[in-house]
């Protein structure tokens, strides 16, 4: 079965910097289409960032693009969000989803499988 595991949240300070990884294990991740999310209590997943399954297309949602970097390592079968300059609004538990077959890149419906989370809190 294909499982997706979040690491690297954390506290810290605004304009600090936090790279979180999302390992994909079960399924050909070379073949995933892989993107990431975010959730505050409250709120609808908002759509942060994705890949596609040969990195070429790349997206970003209006609020990180020029903060945030996603990039893919293949050989580590893992796919990273490097956020730069954090702001307080930027506080959320962070998602990581992987998905084949579609263009939907930025919407919650383009991926089939999806990890548990990672915490950011982010303070002023």
């Known amino acids: 079965q294909v499982q997706l595991v979040e690491s690297g949240g954390g506290a810290a300070q605004a304009g600090d910097s936090l790279t979180l990884s999302c390992a994909v294990s079960?399924?050909?991740?070379?073949?995933?289409?892989l993107g990431w999310f975010r959730q505050s209590p409250g709120k609808e997943r908002e759509f942060v960032a994705a890949?596609?399954?040969?990195?070429?297309?790349?997206y970003y949602g209006d609020t990180m693009k020029g903060r945030f970097t996603i990039s893919r390592d293949n050989a580590k079968a893992t796919v990273y969000l490097q956020m730069n300059s954090l702001k307080p609004e930027d506080t959320a538990v962070y998602y990581c989803?992987?998905?084949?077959?579609?263009?939907?890149?930025?919407?919650?419906?383009?991926?089939?499988?999806w990890g548990r989370g990672t915490q950011v809190t982010v303070s002023s």
């Open positions: 890949i596609s399954w040969n990195g070429v297309l790349i």
């Open positions: 989803g992987a998905g084949t077959g579609s263009t939907y890149y930025t919407l919650e419906m383009g991926y089939k499988y």
């Open positions: 079960g399924g050909p991740f070379g073949s995933y289409a």
